[in-house]
């Protein structure tokens, strides 16, 4: 006999994400619009409603009594106690489509580039701290990381929650910067199927680890210090001195072999902008310095 697609009616059926309430299937797909779950005598006025949608279900497409009757029984068990997987479900002929209720959200990605905003903001905090001012306060970055993933955890809560699933704390973000998120995307994947965020948070997270240390082993790291290296020292002399208002070295030196000269530039305190010629004096990257009008 030839099988026929055949469709759950637009209703209120079971959440299949919480027994407890009732969701509304809008004939193609489970909404975002739930209730409680109607007790004593609206529980038997829904069943009878179920009941009059099959047999209009059967009037307008033939169905047999039998095959109402299981898909009026199977919308009300909502096809499994785990909520419905996407694709159809095939009922003793009948194809029931059903629906995954999305459980991935904007605000759990976000969580899960942690790990490169860390690395970011821990680059404009050395800037800071280098080339505008050695300031303690730099460390207030660390607090905006917290901040900003205590915010997208409460955000992640709030549509799970919305679409009935049980998230976790957001409280669980504030632990310390990245492992707050962490331990959110981990709580989270066992509560709401979808792991999605939390191995995207893991790999960048080796990536965010492995560069540094790639870096080093390749000497690029040794350039980075040294330029930082040459910039405090620099600065703390000329800007200490009063003989300059502010030095700006280039971020990597080139070479730190013996006679090498690099080039940082010094605001004066007349306005006028002078070399400051920084020499590599060893192989061991000694260095002195001198301040030269333009």
Known sequence: MEQTTRVVPAGWYEDPADGGRVRWWNGLSWTEHVEAKPAGAAA??????????????????????????????RASMMLDARGPSTGTIPVQGIAVPTHAIRTG??????????????????????????Y???????????L?????????????????????????????????????????????SRKVSGAGPLLGFLVLLVVAVLAPVALGIAGGAQTITKALEVQRAVSDDLVGSGAATS????PIVESTSTGSVYTCDAVLPSGETAHVWVSFDNEQGAFSWALANR
């Open 44 to 73: 038997g006025a829904a069943a009878d409603q179920r009941a009059a949608e099959a047999r209009d279900l059967e009037r307008q497409h033939g169905l047999t009594a039998g095959e109402t009757d299981v898909m009026t029984r």
């Open 105 to 130: 959200t904007t605000s759990a990605w976000l969580l899960a580039v942690t790990p490169v905003l860390a690395s970011l903001l821990a680059a404009v905090a050395a800037y800071i701290y280098f």
């Open 132 to 142: 505008v001012s050695p300031t303690p306060l730099v460390a207030a970055i660390a």
């Open 144 to 188: 905006v990381l917290m901040a900003l993933g205590f915010l997208w955890a409460v955000g992640d809560s709030k549509l799970l929650r919305h679409r009935g699933f049980t998230p976790p704390s957001p409280l669980l973000a504030l632990a310390l910067p990245l492992v707050g998120p962490l331990l959110y995307l981990i709580v989270r």
């Open 247 to 250: 030095v700006t070295c280039p």
